[in-house]
C-alpha cells in the first residue's frame, strides 16, 4: 500500500507547516531587480519581472549566454508561494539556469498547468523575439520542469504535454493514485529526489520510479531529510546542487555535472546519507 501525501501525522504535519510559515515570514519583503540573495553563489543572480509574462518571478543568471537552460519550478502545495524557494532556485540560477517561478515576488496564488504552460510559451516567444533581451539566448526547445510534491505531480503533466520539455525533476512526489498511462507517456529523461521513509511521498516516489518506460534514462537519489528535504538549508541545500547538476547535465552537456550522476562511482553514489538507483544511466 503506498501513501497518499495526508500521512505523517496531524501533530507532525502542522509543526512542519509552522516552520515553514516562521522561515518565510522572515525573509525580506521586497527587491531591487538586480539584487543578489544569499543563495546565490557561485554568481550573481538577477531575479526580475516581465509584463509578458504577469505573476511570474523569473531568476536569471548575471548574464544570460547563448542556449541558457531554462528551468520551469512547480511550487508544493498547488501554491504558488515564492518567498519559499528564494534561496534554492537562486542557487539553481547561479549555475548559468534561467529559473522560472509560477508566483510573483513574494506573492501568493494557486499553482496549475494554465501558469506552467504559460511559462513555456513565454520562453519560446521571447526566444524569438526580435530585439528582445532574450532573444536567441534562450535553450527554448530543451526546457527542464521541476517541482516538489503537488508540484511535482505538475510537472508530470507538463512533461507529457509539451515536446519542448527536455527533462523533469520530482522532488519528494510521486502519483498519489497510479496512472501508468502518464508514466508511459514519459519521453525525457527523469530525476528523483526522496527524502527517505519519512516523507510522505518516499513511496509513491520509488513506485513511480519503478514503473518508468523500460528505455527511459532515470535517476533516483534519497536521503533522510523528510518531505520538506533540504529547500530551508543554505543555498538550497543538496537539492539545490543535485537539481542544478542535473539540468546542466541534460540540458547543457556539461560533462563536469554528469559525473554526479554517470560512472560507477558517481558522485552521488559515494556521498555518505545517500542511496541512489539507476535506470539506464551508465
Given at each position: 500500500?503506498?501513501?497518499?501525501?495526508?500521512?505523517?501525522?496531524?501533530?507532525?504535519?502542522?509543526?512542519?507547516?509552522?516552520?515553514?510559515?516562521?522561515?518565510?515570514?522572515?525573509?525580506?519583503?521586497?527587491?531591487?531587480?538586480?539584487?543578489?540573495?544569499?543563495?546565490?553563489?557561485?554568481?550573481?543572480?538577477?531575479?526580475?519581472?516581465?509584463?509578458?509574462?504577469?505573476?511570474?518571478?523569473?531568476?536569471l543568471p548575471a548574464e544570460p549566454a547563448e542556449h541558457t537552460p531554462v528551468l520551469i519550478?512547480?511550487?508544493?502545495?498547488?501554491?504558488?508561494?515564492?518567498?519559499?524557494?528564494?534561496?534554492?532556485?537562486?542557487?539553481?540560477?547561479?549555475?548559468?539556469?534561467?529559473?522560472?517561478?509560477?508566483?510573483?515576488?513574494?506573492?501568493?496564488?494557486?499553482?496549475?498547468?494554465?501558469?506552467?504552460?504559460?511559462?513555456?510559451?513565454?520562453?519560446?516567444?521571447?526566444?524569438?523575439?526580435?530585439?528582445?533581451?532574450?532573444?536567441?539566448?534562450?535553450?527554448?526547445?530543451?526546457?527542464?520542469?521541476?517541482?516538489?510534491?503537488?508540484?511535482?505531480?505538475?510537472?508530470?503533466?507538463?512533461?507529457?504535454?509539451?515536446?519542448?520539455?527536455?527533462?523533469?525533476?520530482?522532488?519528494?512526489?510521486?502519483?498519489?493514485?497510479?496512472?501508468?498511462?502518464?508514466?508511459?507517456?514519459?519521453?525525457?529523461?527523469?530525476?528523483?529526489?526522496?527524502?527517505?521513509?519519512?516523507?510522505?511521498?518516499?513511496?509513491?516516489?520509488?513506485?513511480?520510479?519503478?514503473?518508468?518506460?523500460?528505455?527511459?534514462?532515470?535517476?533516483?537519489?534519497?536521503?533522510?531529510?523528510?518531505?520538506?528535504?533540504?529547500?530551508?538549508?543554505?543555498?538550497?541545500?543538496?537539492?539545490?546542487?543535485?537539481?542544478?547538476?542535473?539540468?546542466?547535465?541534460?540540458?547543457?552537456?556539461?560533462?563536469?555535472?554528469?559525473?554526479?550522476?554517470?560512472?560507477?562511482?558517481?558522485?552521488?553514489?559515494?556521498?555518505?546519507?545517500?542511496?541512489?538507483?539507476?535506470?539506464?544511466?551508465?
Amino acid at each position: 500500500m503506498f501513501r497518499a501525501f495526508t500521512g505523517e501525522g496531524r501533530s507532525g504535519a502542522l509543526r512542519r507547516l509552522i516552520g515553514v510559515l516562521l522561515v518565510s515570514a522572515l525573509l525580506p519583503l521586497s527587491w531591487g531587480a538586480a539584487a543578489t540573495p544569499a543563495g546565490a553563489e557561485p554568481g550573481p543572480v538577477r531575479m526580475v519581472t516581465d509584463p509578458r509574462l504577469p505573476g511570474h518571478t523569473i531568476y536569471l543568471p548575471a548574464e544570460p549566454a547563448e542556449h541558457t537552460p531554462v528551468l520551469i519550478w512547480g511550487e508544493g502545495g498547488c501554491v504558488a508561494m515564492n518567498s519559499l524557494y528564494v534561496d534554492f532556485l537562486s542557487a539553481i540560477a547561479a549555475r548559468g539556469v534561467m529559473v522560472i517561478d509560477n508566483s510573483e515576488p513574494y506573492g501568493l496564488g494557486l499553482l496549475d498547468q494554465a501558469v506552467m504552460n504559460a511559462s513555456v510559451d513565454w520562453v519560446g516567444a521571447e526566444n524569438a523575439r526580435p530585439g528582445g533581451p532574450y532573444s536567441g539566448r534562450l535553450d527554448a526547445g530543451h526546457i527542464a520542469v521541476a517541482g516538489w510534491s503537488c508540484g511535482g505531480l505538475q510537472s508530470y503533466e507538463l512533461a507529457v504535454s509539451r515536446p519542448e520539455i527536455a527533462t523533469v525533476g520530482i522532488i519528494d512526489s510521486g502519483q498519489i493514485v497510479v496512472d501508468q498511462a502518464q508514466l508511459d507517456r514519459l519521453r525525457a529523461p527523469v530525476l528523483y529526489l526522496l527524502g527517505g521513509p519519512t516523507d510522505i511521498a518516499y513511496e509513491n516516489g520509488v513506485r513511480d520510479f519503478e514503473h518508468l518506460p523500460p528505455a527511459l534514462p532515470a535517476f533516483l537519489g534519497s536521503s533522510d531529510t523528510g518531505h520538506f528535504g533540504t529547500f530551508l538549508q543554505p543555498r538550497g541545500g543538496a537539492y539545490a546542487t543535485l537539481l542544478g547538476d542535473w539540468i546542466r547535465w541534460r540540458v547543457a552537456g556539461d560533462p563536469v555535472a554528469a559525473r554526479t550522476f554517470t560512472g560507477p562511482a558517481c558522485g552521488l553514489c559515494t556521498t555518505p546519507g545517500w542511496s541512489v538507483r539507476r535506470r539506464n544511466i551508465d
